[in-house]
Protein backbone atom coordinates (compact mmCIF):
# COMPACT_ATOMS: atom_id res chain seq x y z
CA UNK A 1 0.00 0.00 0.00
CA UNK A 2 1.92 2.68 1.01
CA UNK A 3 4.89 1.14 -0.40
CA UNK A 4 5.93 3.67 -2.62
CA UNK A 5 5.54 6.71 -0.31
CA UNK A 6 7.63 9.03 -0.34
CA UNK A 7 9.83 10.95 2.10
CA UNK A 8 7.49 13.56 3.21
CA UNK A 9 9.39 15.18 5.41
CA UNK A 10 12.70 15.67 3.82
CA UNK A 11 14.18 18.06 6.65
CA UNK A 12 13.20 15.11 9.54
CA UNK A 13 14.77 12.60 7.47
CA UNK A 14 18.51 11.73 8.35
CA UNK A 15 20.92 11.92 5.16
CA UNK A 16 21.63 9.76 3.49
CA UNK A 17 17.72 8.17 3.78
CA UNK A 18 18.46 4.96 1.63
CA UNK A 19 14.69 4.63 0.87
CA UNK A 20 11.90 6.48 0.46
CA UNK A 21 9.47 5.53 3.33
CA UNK A 22 9.39 7.48 6.40
CA UNK A 23 6.53 8.32 9.21
CA UNK A 24 6.52 10.25 12.03
CA UNK A 25 5.53 7.79 14.47
CA UNK A 26 3.22 10.44 16.50
CA UNK A 27 1.24 10.98 13.33
CA UNK A 28 0.55 7.46 12.04
CA UNK A 29 0.36 5.48 15.32
CA UNK A 30 -1.59 6.06 18.65
CA UNK A 31 -2.29 3.36 20.65
CA UNK A 32 -4.07 0.77 18.49
CA UNK A 33 -1.94 1.17 15.70
CA UNK A 34 -0.67 -1.40 13.97
CA UNK A 35 2.82 -1.20 12.29
CA UNK A 36 2.78 -3.27 9.00
CA UNK A 37 5.35 -4.97 7.60
CA UNK A 38 6.40 -6.14 4.32
CA UNK A 39 8.82 -8.57 2.93
CA UNK A 40 11.66 -7.78 1.19
CA UNK A 41 10.62 -9.61 -1.66
CA UNK A 42 7.23 -8.59 -2.16
CA UNK A 43 5.51 -12.35 -2.55
CA UNK A 44 4.76 -12.41 0.94
CA UNK A 45 1.40 -11.36 2.93
CA UNK A 46 1.27 -8.20 4.66
CA UNK A 47 1.61 -9.18 7.98
CA UNK A 48 1.56 -7.01 11.77
CA UNK A 49 3.82 -7.03 14.62
CA UNK A 50 2.73 -10.83 16.10
CA UNK A 51 2.39 -12.31 12.46
CA UNK A 52 5.93 -11.73 12.11
CA UNK A 53 7.11 -12.16 15.45
CA UNK A 54 6.05 -15.98 14.70
CA UNK A 55 6.19 -16.45 11.67
CA UNK A 56 10.06 -15.72 11.22
CA UNK A 57 11.17 -15.34 7.59
CA UNK A 58 8.30 -14.45 5.13
CA UNK A 59 7.02 -17.09 2.78
CA UNK A 60 8.73 -15.80 -0.50
CA UNK A 61 11.97 -15.73 1.30
CA UNK A 62 12.15 -12.78 2.10
CA UNK A 63 12.62 -11.15 5.51
CA UNK A 64 9.74 -8.78 6.92
CA UNK A 65 10.56 -4.86 6.88
CA UNK A 66 8.59 -2.31 8.49
CA UNK A 67 6.12 -1.06 5.70
CA UNK A 68 7.66 2.61 7.34
CA UNK A 69 9.86 3.69 9.44
CA UNK A 70 9.39 5.31 12.75
CA UNK A 71 10.77 8.80 13.17
CA UNK A 72 11.47 10.27 16.49
CA UNK A 73 12.54 13.80 17.25
CA UNK A 74 15.20 15.28 18.87
CA UNK A 75 12.55 15.96 22.06
CA UNK A 76 11.14 12.68 21.84
CA UNK A 77 15.00 11.28 22.17
CA UNK A 78 15.68 14.33 25.22
CA UNK A 79 12.25 12.73 27.00
CA UNK A 80 14.40 9.72 27.08
CA UNK A 81 17.30 10.48 28.82
CA UNK A 82 18.03 9.12 32.15
CA UNK A 83 15.14 6.62 31.82
CA UNK A 84 15.81 3.24 33.15
CA UNK A 85 16.80 0.89 30.86
CA UNK A 86 13.14 -0.93 30.47
CA UNK A 87 11.57 1.99 29.94
CA UNK A 88 13.61 3.58 27.46
CA UNK A 89 13.65 -0.46 26.10
CA UNK A 90 9.60 -0.38 25.79
CA UNK A 91 9.48 3.43 24.25
CA UNK A 92 11.63 2.66 21.13
CA UNK A 93 9.85 -0.66 20.54
CA UNK A 94 6.46 0.70 20.79
CA UNK A 95 6.29 1.87 17.50
CA UNK A 96 7.77 -1.28 15.96
CA UNK A 97 4.70 -3.34 18.20
CA UNK A 98 1.99 -1.53 17.46
CA UNK A 99 -1.10 -2.67 18.31
CA UNK A 100 0.21 -6.07 19.47
CA UNK A 101 0.64 -4.60 22.84
CA UNK A 102 -0.65 -1.75 25.23
CA UNK A 103 2.16 0.63 26.17
CA UNK A 104 2.09 -0.16 29.97
CA UNK A 105 2.28 -4.39 29.38
CA UNK A 106 5.53 -3.78 26.95
CA UNK A 107 7.16 -1.84 29.87
CA UNK A 108 6.14 -4.70 32.49
CA UNK A 109 7.42 -6.76 29.98
CA UNK A 110 10.50 -5.11 29.57
CA UNK A 111 11.01 -4.40 32.76
CA UNK A 112 10.78 -8.45 33.97
CA UNK A 113 12.87 -9.32 31.10
CA UNK A 114 15.95 -7.02 32.65
CA UNK A 115 15.30 -7.86 36.05
CA UNK A 116 17.68 -10.84 36.34
CA UNK A 117 20.63 -8.79 34.38
CA UNK A 118 24.09 -9.29 36.49
CA UNK A 119 24.83 -5.25 36.19
CA UNK A 120 21.82 -2.37 37.14
CA UNK A 121 22.74 -0.52 34.09
CA UNK A 122 21.40 -3.26 31.78
CA UNK A 123 23.92 -2.46 29.44
CA UNK A 124 26.87 -0.29 30.90
CA UNK A 125 29.17 2.06 28.98
CA UNK A 126 32.91 1.47 29.81
CA UNK A 127 35.18 3.70 29.32
CA UNK A 128 38.54 2.48 27.65
CA UNK A 129 40.17 5.32 26.19
CA UNK A 130 39.14 9.41 26.13
CA UNK A 131 37.27 8.92 23.29
CA UNK A 132 36.53 5.31 22.92
CA UNK A 133 33.58 2.88 25.03
CA UNK A 134 32.63 -0.66 25.29
CA UNK A 135 28.82 -1.25 25.18
CA UNK A 136 28.86 -4.18 27.50
CA UNK A 137 25.71 -6.49 26.51
CA UNK A 138 26.52 -9.33 27.84
CA UNK A 139 24.92 -9.42 31.15
CA UNK A 140 22.20 -11.44 30.55
CA UNK A 141 21.50 -14.90 31.76
CA UNK A 142 23.64 -16.50 29.25
CA UNK A 143 26.65 -14.18 28.97
CA UNK A 144 26.45 -12.99 25.59
CA UNK A 145 24.32 -10.38 23.74
CA UNK A 146 21.66 -12.06 22.59
CA UNK A 147 19.99 -12.40 26.12
CA UNK A 148 19.31 -8.33 25.12
CA UNK A 149 16.83 -9.28 22.77
CA UNK A 150 15.83 -12.82 23.31
CA UNK A 151 14.56 -12.33 26.96
CA UNK A 152 12.30 -10.14 25.23
CA UNK A 153 11.23 -12.03 23.08
CA UNK A 154 10.44 -14.95 25.30
CA UNK A 155 7.84 -12.93 26.78
CA UNK A 156 6.28 -11.46 23.66
CA UNK A 157 5.48 -15.34 22.34
CA UNK A 158 3.37 -15.92 25.75
CA UNK A 159 1.70 -13.01 25.34
CA UNK A 160 0.93 -13.40 21.21
CA UNK A 161 0.07 -16.83 22.14
CA UNK A 162 -1.76 -16.70 24.81
CA UNK A 163 -4.09 -13.70 22.97
CA UNK A 164 -4.77 -16.16 20.01
CA UNK A 165 -4.98 -19.36 22.37
CA UNK A 166 -1.89 -21.29 20.26
CA UNK A 167 1.17 -23.05 21.11
CA UNK A 168 4.49 -23.30 18.90
CA UNK A 169 7.36 -25.53 18.92
CA UNK A 170 10.52 -23.25 18.56
CA UNK A 171 12.90 -24.90 16.04
CA UNK A 172 16.78 -23.79 16.05
CA UNK A 173 20.37 -24.42 14.71
CA UNK A 174 23.01 -22.80 17.04
CA UNK A 175 26.80 -22.76 16.53
CA UNK A 176 27.00 -21.46 20.27
CA UNK A 177 24.63 -18.50 21.68
CA UNK A 178 21.61 -18.18 19.70
CA UNK A 179 20.58 -21.72 21.24
CA UNK A 180 21.64 -20.92 24.75
CA UNK A 181 19.66 -17.47 24.87
CA UNK A 182 16.59 -19.46 23.71
CA UNK A 183 17.11 -21.93 26.03
CA UNK A 184 17.36 -19.72 28.81
CA UNK A 185 14.17 -17.52 27.58
CA UNK A 186 11.93 -20.42 27.01
CA UNK A 187 12.67 -22.34 29.86
CA UNK A 188 9.46 -23.21 31.36
CA UNK A 189 7.05 -21.04 29.35
CA UNK A 190 3.82 -22.12 28.86
CA UNK A 191 3.01 -21.83 25.33
CA UNK A 192 5.90 -22.72 23.40
CA UNK A 193 8.40 -25.97 23.32
CA UNK A 194 11.66 -25.29 21.81
CA UNK A 195 13.96 -27.85 20.37
CA UNK A 196 17.85 -26.64 19.48
CA UNK A 197 20.15 -28.61 17.17
CA UNK A 198 23.75 -27.99 17.82
CA UNK A 199 27.21 -29.69 15.74
CA UNK A 200 28.25 -32.37 17.94
CA UNK A 201 31.42 -31.30 19.70
CA UNK A 202 31.71 -27.82 17.92
CA UNK A 203 30.70 -25.46 20.42
CA UNK A 204 32.27 -24.72 23.27
CA UNK A 205 32.05 -26.55 26.58
CA UNK A 206 30.60 -23.73 28.19
CA UNK A 207 28.09 -22.81 25.32
CA UNK A 208 26.83 -26.64 25.21
CA UNK A 209 26.60 -27.14 29.11
CA UNK A 210 25.08 -23.42 28.82
CA UNK A 211 22.18 -25.28 26.74
CA UNK A 212 21.65 -28.77 28.28
CA UNK A 213 22.06 -28.24 32.00
CA UNK A 214 18.67 -26.27 31.51
CA UNK A 215 15.73 -29.43 32.88
CA UNK A 216 12.61 -27.60 31.46
CA UNK A 217 10.57 -30.26 30.06
CA UNK A 218 9.83 -27.80 27.10
CA UNK A 219 13.11 -27.61 26.32
CA UNK A 220 14.84 -30.39 24.07
CA UNK A 221 18.45 -30.47 22.82
CA UNK A 222 20.21 -32.33 20.30
CA UNK A 223 23.96 -32.56 19.40
CA UNK A 224 23.71 -33.50 15.86
CA UNK A 225 26.34 -35.67 13.88
CA UNK A 226 27.80 -32.95 11.77
CA UNK A 227 28.70 -28.97 10.85
CA UNK A 228 26.53 -26.21 12.33
CA UNK A 229 25.13 -26.12 8.25
CA UNK A 230 24.06 -29.71 8.44
CA UNK A 231 22.08 -28.50 11.10
CA UNK A 232 20.56 -25.12 9.65
CA UNK A 233 19.77 -27.08 6.86
CA UNK A 234 18.01 -29.52 9.01
CA UNK A 235 16.12 -26.68 10.45
CA UNK A 236 15.22 -25.55 7.10
CA UNK A 237 14.08 -29.46 5.70
CA UNK A 238 11.76 -29.22 8.96
CA UNK A 239 9.86 -26.18 7.84
CA UNK A 240 9.61 -27.17 4.08
CA UNK A 241 7.99 -30.84 5.28
CA UNK A 242 4.25 -28.99 5.17
CA UNK A 243 2.73 -31.81 7.27
CA UNK A 244 5.28 -31.21 10.03
CA UNK A 245 5.23 -27.77 10.30
CA UNK A 246 1.25 -28.10 10.61
CA UNK A 247 1.18 -30.70 13.09
CA UNK A 248 3.89 -28.66 15.61
CA UNK A 249 3.11 -25.50 14.72
CA UNK A 250 6.79 -24.57 14.07
CA UNK A 251 8.02 -21.21 14.90
CA UNK A 252 11.60 -19.61 14.42
CA UNK A 253 13.47 -17.20 16.82
CA UNK A 254 16.69 -16.92 14.51
CA UNK A 255 18.65 -13.66 13.72
CA UNK A 256 16.31 -12.69 11.11
CA UNK A 257 12.96 -12.67 13.00
CA UNK A 258 12.50 -8.46 13.35
CA UNK A 259 11.89 -8.57 17.21
CA UNK A 260 14.55 -9.63 17.51
CA UNK A 261 16.33 -6.71 15.37
CA UNK A 262 13.14 -4.40 16.88
CA UNK A 263 14.67 -5.04 20.79
CA UNK A 264 18.45 -4.37 19.74
CA UNK A 265 18.03 -0.70 19.00
CA UNK A 266 17.25 0.29 22.54
CA UNK A 267 20.48 -0.45 23.86
CA UNK A 268 22.33 1.74 20.88
CA UNK A 269 19.80 4.23 21.60
CA UNK A 270 20.74 4.30 25.65
CA UNK A 271 24.33 4.63 24.73
CA UNK A 272 23.49 7.44 22.82
CA UNK A 273 21.88 9.47 24.83
CA UNK A 274 24.31 8.89 27.74
CA UNK A 275 27.05 10.55 24.99
CA UNK A 276 25.15 13.27 24.53
CA UNK A 277 22.65 12.01 21.34
CA UNK A 278 20.79 13.86 20.30
CA UNK A 279 22.83 17.12 21.02
CA UNK A 280 25.76 15.35 19.18
CA UNK A 281 26.37 12.56 16.98
CA UNK A 282 28.38 9.09 18.17
CA UNK A 283 29.19 6.16 15.99
CA UNK A 284 29.52 2.35 16.66
CA UNK A 285 31.52 -0.58 15.67
CA UNK A 286 29.89 -3.37 15.74
CA UNK A 287 31.46 -7.31 15.55
CA UNK A 288 29.57 -8.98 13.18
CA UNK A 289 28.08 -12.59 11.80
CA UNK A 290 24.95 -12.35 10.78
CA UNK A 291 24.51 -8.58 10.55
CA UNK A 292 21.62 -8.40 13.04
CA UNK A 293 23.16 -6.37 15.79
CA UNK A 294 24.32 -3.77 13.33
CA UNK A 295 21.41 -3.51 11.26
CA UNK A 296 19.71 -2.45 14.45
CA UNK A 297 22.16 0.45 15.07
CA UNK A 298 21.28 1.25 11.32
CA UNK A 299 17.78 1.05 12.32
CA UNK A 300 17.97 3.86 15.74
CA UNK A 301 20.14 5.81 13.05
CA UNK A 302 16.72 5.82 10.09
CA UNK A 303 14.77 6.66 13.16
CA UNK A 304 16.46 9.86 13.61
CA UNK A 305 19.00 8.97 16.10
CA UNK A 306 22.69 10.95 15.03
CA UNK A 307 24.77 8.04 13.99
CA UNK A 308 27.79 9.44 12.27
CA UNK A 309 29.26 6.05 11.10
CA UNK A 310 28.90 2.40 11.65
CA UNK A 311 32.16 -0.02 11.52
CA UNK A 312 31.28 -3.95 10.86
CA UNK A 313 33.79 -5.48 12.40
CA UNK A 314 34.69 -9.28 10.92
CA UNK A 315 37.50 -11.94 11.69
CA UNK A 316 39.35 -14.03 8.31
CA UNK A 317 35.29 -14.80 7.46
CA UNK A 318 35.26 -11.39 5.96
CA UNK A 319 32.85 -11.27 3.10
CA UNK A 320 31.15 -8.41 4.73
CA UNK A 321 34.61 -6.47 4.63
CA UNK A 322 35.51 -7.70 1.12
CA UNK A 323 32.30 -5.85 0.35
CA UNK A 324 32.59 -2.55 2.02
CA UNK A 325 35.95 -2.39 0.49
CA UNK A 326 35.78 -3.42 -2.78
CA UNK A 327 32.17 -4.09 -3.47
CA UNK A 328 33.28 -7.86 -3.97
CA UNK A 329 30.34 -10.00 -2.24
CA UNK A 330 32.04 -13.33 -2.94
CA UNK A 331 31.44 -16.76 -0.58
CA UNK A 332 34.25 -18.37 0.61
CA UNK A 333 34.31 -21.36 2.22
CA UNK A 334 33.67 -20.34 6.28
CA UNK A 335 36.84 -21.24 8.59
CA UNK A 336 36.57 -22.01 12.28
CA UNK A 337 37.82 -18.59 14.15
CA UNK A 338 38.53 -17.13 17.90
CA UNK A 339 35.25 -15.57 17.73
CA UNK A 340 33.00 -18.51 16.11
CA UNK A 341 29.69 -16.73 16.55
CA UNK A 342 31.01 -14.23 13.37
CA UNK A 343 32.36 -17.63 11.50
CA UNK A 344 29.87 -16.78 9.02
CA UNK A 345 29.58 -16.09 4.93
CA UNK A 346 26.14 -15.46 4.12
CA UNK A 347 25.24 -12.65 6.88
CA UNK A 348 21.09 -12.95 6.58
CA UNK A 349 20.37 -9.87 7.67
CA UNK A 350 21.93 -8.21 5.00
CA UNK A 351 19.41 -8.48 2.76
CA UNK A 352 17.66 -6.15 4.47
CA UNK A 353 19.87 -3.14 4.48
CA UNK A 354 20.25 -4.43 0.39
CA UNK A 355 16.39 -3.44 0.37
CA UNK A 356 17.31 -0.06 1.42
CA UNK A 357 20.44 0.72 -0.86
CA UNK A 358 17.73 -0.71 -3.79
CA UNK A 359 15.45 1.93 -2.72
CA UNK A 360 12.67 -0.39 -1.47
CA UNK A 361 12.54 -2.29 -4.46
CA UNK A 362 11.77 -6.09 -4.05
CA UNK A 363 11.62 -7.03 -7.48
CA UNK A 364 15.67 -5.47 -7.38
CA UNK A 365 16.15 -7.41 -4.15
CA UNK A 366 14.83 -10.65 -5.10
CA UNK A 367 16.98 -10.67 -7.76
CA UNK A 368 19.89 -10.02 -6.62
CA UNK A 369 19.63 -12.75 -3.48
CA UNK A 370 18.49 -15.79 -5.97
CA UNK A 371 21.79 -14.33 -7.61
CA UNK A 372 23.52 -14.80 -5.08
CA UNK A 373 22.51 -17.86 -3.95
CA UNK A 374 22.98 -19.48 -7.48
CA UNK A 375 26.34 -18.11 -8.37
CA UNK A 376 27.75 -17.56 -4.71
CA UNK A 377 28.72 -13.49 -5.66
CA UNK A 378 26.22 -10.79 -5.06
CA UNK A 379 26.18 -8.20 -7.67
CA UNK A 380 25.66 -4.72 -5.89
CA UNK A 381 25.18 -1.86 -8.13
CA UNK A 382 27.84 0.69 -8.10
CA UNK A 383 25.26 3.51 -6.39
CA UNK A 384 24.06 1.46 -3.81
CA UNK A 385 27.83 0.48 -2.56
CA UNK A 386 28.89 3.98 -2.60
CA UNK A 387 25.62 4.69 -0.72
CA UNK A 388 26.34 1.88 1.83
CA UNK A 389 30.32 3.33 2.52
CA UNK A 390 28.87 6.92 3.01
CA UNK A 391 27.90 5.20 6.54
CA UNK A 392 29.27 1.81 6.97
CA UNK A 393 33.50 1.13 7.13
CA UNK A 394 34.60 -1.94 7.02
CA UNK A 395 37.65 -3.53 9.48
CA UNK A 396 38.79 -6.84 9.54
CA UNK A 397 41.15 -9.26 11.98
CA UNK A 398 42.73 -12.58 12.22
CA UNK A 399 43.35 -14.82 15.40
CA UNK A 400 46.50 -13.19 15.95
CA UNK A 401 45.52 -9.84 15.94
CA UNK A 402 42.41 -10.79 18.02
CA UNK A 403 44.60 -12.41 20.46
CA UNK A 404 46.62 -8.92 20.51
CA UNK A 405 43.91 -6.85 20.79
CA UNK A 406 42.89 -8.55 24.13
CA UNK A 407 46.25 -8.79 25.54
CA UNK A 408 46.83 -4.70 24.66
CA UNK A 409 43.60 -4.00 26.24
CA UNK A 410 44.63 -5.71 29.58
CA UNK A 411 48.04 -3.95 29.70
CA UNK A 412 46.94 -0.78 28.65
CA UNK A 413 43.59 -0.77 31.09
CA UNK A 414 42.84 -4.00 32.93
CA UNK A 415 40.02 -4.68 30.19
CA UNK A 416 38.89 -7.88 29.44
CA UNK A 417 37.41 -8.23 26.30
CA UNK A 418 36.26 -11.74 25.00
CA UNK A 419 37.40 -12.45 21.44
CA UNK A 420 34.27 -11.17 19.83
CA UNK A 421 34.43 -7.82 21.87
CA UNK A 422 38.09 -7.13 20.79
CA UNK A 423 36.94 -7.26 17.13
CA UNK A 424 34.86 -4.48 18.08
CA UNK A 425 37.30 -2.64 19.86
CA UNK A 426 39.98 -2.86 17.84
CA UNK A 427 37.28 -1.74 14.91
CA UNK A 428 36.16 1.18 16.57
CA UNK A 429 40.05 2.14 17.43
CA UNK A 430 41.01 1.57 13.37
CA UNK A 431 38.41 3.61 12.14
CA UNK A 432 37.67 6.37 14.00
CA UNK A 433 35.06 9.26 12.90
CA UNK A 434 37.16 12.10 11.62
CA UNK A 435 34.48 14.47 13.21
CA UNK A 436 35.93 13.15 16.28
CA UNK A 437 32.20 11.60 17.48
CA UNK A 438 32.86 9.17 20.26
CA UNK A 439 33.37 5.50 19.31
CA UNK A 440 31.45 3.16 21.13
CA UNK A 441 32.07 -0.56 20.63
CA UNK A 442 29.46 -3.33 20.99
CA UNK A 443 31.00 -5.81 23.68
CA UNK A 444 28.83 -9.05 22.62
CA UNK A 445 30.55 -11.65 25.06
CA UNK A 446 31.48 -11.98 28.89
CA UNK A 447 35.40 -13.06 28.99
CA UNK A 448 34.51 -16.13 31.13
CA UNK A 449 32.50 -17.72 27.89
CA UNK A 450 35.37 -18.31 25.85
CA UNK A 451 38.37 -19.56 28.33
CA UNK A 452 40.42 -20.69 25.81
CA UNK A 453 41.32 -17.66 23.91
CA UNK A 454 41.36 -15.67 27.24
CA UNK A 455 44.02 -18.13 27.88
CA UNK A 456 45.75 -17.91 24.83
CA UNK A 457 45.88 -14.44 25.20
CA UNK A 458 46.42 -13.25 28.81
CA UNK A 459 47.22 -16.22 30.71
CA UNK A 460 44.59 -16.82 32.28
CA UNK A 461 40.67 -17.37 32.20
CA UNK A 462 38.15 -15.01 33.67
CA UNK A 463 35.96 -16.59 36.72
CA UNK A 464 32.11 -17.14 35.61
CA UNK A 465 29.97 -15.42 37.12
CA UNK A 466 28.99 -16.22 40.69
CA UNK A 467 24.88 -17.37 39.16
CA UNK A 468 26.87 -19.57 36.70
CA UNK A 469 29.70 -20.70 38.89
CA UNK A 470 28.47 -24.23 39.30
CA UNK A 471 27.86 -24.64 35.53
CA UNK A 472 30.73 -27.81 35.46
CA UNK A 473 28.92 -29.53 37.83
CA UNK A 474 25.16 -29.39 37.09
CA UNK A 475 23.61 -32.27 35.11
CA UNK A 476 23.47 -32.19 31.29
CA UNK A 477 20.67 -33.35 29.17
CA UNK A 478 20.84 -34.15 25.36
CA UNK A 479 19.72 -36.71 22.79
CA UNK A 480 22.31 -37.14 20.17
CA UNK A 481 21.07 -38.04 16.55
CA UNK A 482 22.76 -38.47 12.97
CA UNK A 483 22.27 -35.55 10.73
CA UNK A 484 19.28 -37.14 9.13
CA UNK A 485 15.83 -35.60 8.48
CA UNK A 486 13.17 -38.49 10.06
CA UNK A 487 15.46 -38.76 13.62
CA UNK A 488 15.40 -35.13 13.82
CA UNK A 489 11.59 -34.72 13.17
CA UNK A 490 11.23 -37.87 16.06
CA UNK A 491 12.94 -36.33 18.49
CA UNK A 492 11.57 -33.12 18.20
CA UNK A 493 7.82 -34.96 18.33
CA UNK A 494 9.37 -36.61 21.88
CA UNK A 495 9.55 -33.14 23.20
CA UNK A 496 6.54 -31.76 22.44
CA UNK A 497 5.16 -35.05 23.69
CA UNK A 498 6.66 -35.29 26.75
CA UNK A 499 4.55 -32.95 28.86
CA UNK A 500 1.23 -34.50 27.31
CA UNK A 501 2.08 -37.90 29.29
C1 LIG B 1 25.79 -13.52 17.56
C2 LIG B 1 27.05 -12.89 18.00
C3 LIG B 1 27.73 -11.95 17.21
C4 LIG B 1 27.26 -11.58 15.81
O1 LIG B 1 26.07 -10.86 15.84
P1 LIG B 1 25.17 -10.72 14.51
O2 LIG B 1 23.93 -10.05 14.94
O3 LIG B 1 24.96 -12.12 14.03
O4 LIG B 1 25.97 -9.91 13.54
C5 LIG B 1 28.86 -11.35 17.72
N1 LIG B 1 29.33 -11.68 18.93
C6 LIG B 1 28.71 -12.59 19.72
C7 LIG B 1 29.30 -12.93 21.03
C8 LIG B 1 27.55 -13.23 19.28
O5 LIG B 1 26.95 -14.14 20.07
Redesign the pocket.
Known sequence: MAETRRCDDAAGCPAPCFGPSIARFTRSGGAGAGMRYVSTRGQAPVRDFAGVLLAGLAEDGGLYVPETWPAFTPSDWRALRGRPYPEVAARVMQPFVGGALPFATLRALCAEAYAGFGHAAVAPLVQLEPNLFALELFHGPTL???DMAMQVLGRLFDHVLAASDQRVTIVGATS???GSAAIAAFAGRARTDVVILHPEGRTSEVQRRQMTTVAAPNIGNIAVGGTFDDCQDLVKAMFADAPFRRALNLSAVN?INWARVAAQVPYYVAAALALGAPDREVAFA?????????LAAWVARRMGLPVARLVVGSNRNDILFRFLDANDMSVHSVAPSL?P??D?QV?S?FERLLFELLDRDPAATSAAMLRFRAEGRMTVPDAAWHRARTLFHGFRLDDDGTVAEIRRLHAACGYLA?P?SAVGIAAARARPCPAGAPMVAAA??HPAKFPDAMRRAIGAAPPLPPRLADLYERAEHYARAPAELAAIESLVRATVERKTV
Open positions: AFKGDTSVPTGNFGNVSSMISNDHTA
